[in-house]
């Protein structure tokens, strides 16, 4: 990376967008993010859409539940009662909305709105059948950006952070029954966690015909 722009009244250290040129390999930006801290890959998906129109990327999964329902109706011999089950879902995991817009020199505006969503607790019958929707936490943010095509653009700021607690003992004598816990302790962990997409875009032209290549799947084509 030769060059990375932050967006307008933001601070390097606190920055949620910026893009970034001078090189067109996403490992290369991957590895200005490690600079920050330790980075793991989620996921790499890839989508096609028509300009003005809405992609969808979403990586979860959806947890179902049931819900009872019951109906009276009259008939002629008096009232009858039915019950039944319906079958509902809700999702979680992340969900990336982007809607892109070509101008006439080139440049893509994209509306990007990510979104982050998970279980904060399970609760099921004695069945083990979840019965009502599970609570969720979610963190959602929205922006319209403009890059050129092929450029990076770096879209972060949906922190998570979680507090643990780690044992940690002198090895051998914090094992010895009875005596061991004079040879432990308990700290406590901070977690922090922060969610960075990198969007690039490329516009294919209508004459053009697509091949996997121009997806970003050019290792198949390596032996």
């Known amino acids: 990376i030769t060059q990375y722009t932050y967006a307008d009244g933001v601070q390097p250290r606190s920055a949620e967008l910026f893009s970034a040129t001078g090189s067109t390999d996403v490992s290369e930006v991957v590895k200005f993010l490690s600079t920050q801290g ?3 890959t989620v996921s790499s998906p890839r989508v096609m859409t028509l300009n003005n129109q809405p992609a969808l990327i979403s990586v979860g999964q959806e947890l179902f539940y049931k819900i009872k329902s019951s109906s009276t109706a009259s008939s002629g011999g008096g009232a009858v009662a039915a019950e039944g089950e319906l079958v509902d879902s809700v999702f979680a ?3 990336l909305d982007i809607t892109p817009e ?3 020199n080139g440049m893509v505006t994209l509306k990007i709105n ?3 969503s998970e279980t904060a607790d399970t ?4 069945s083990g059948v979840r019965t009502i929707p599970p609570d969720l936490k979610r963190r959602q943010i929205a922006s319209v950006i403009k890059v050129k095509d092929g450029q990076h653009a770096i879209l972060g700021g949906l922190i998570s952070s979680q507090t643990g607690f780690t044992d940690n003992h002198v090895p051998l004598l914090g094992d010895i029954p009875g ?3 004079l040879f432990k302790r308990q700290e406590r962990v901070n977690k922090v966690e922060e969610l960075v997409f990198i969007i690039t875009p490329h516009i294919v032209k209508n004459s053009k015909s697509v091949s996997l290549k121009d997806l970003g799947y050019s290792k198949l084509n390596e032996k």
């Open 179 to 181: 005596l061991g816990t």
């Open 123 to 126: 609760v099921t019958s004695d």
């Open 93 to 95: 995991g992340i969900l």
């Open 102 to 104: 070509i101008d006439d």
């Open 38 to 40: 330790d980075v793991k």
């Open 114 to 116: 990510p979104s982050v």
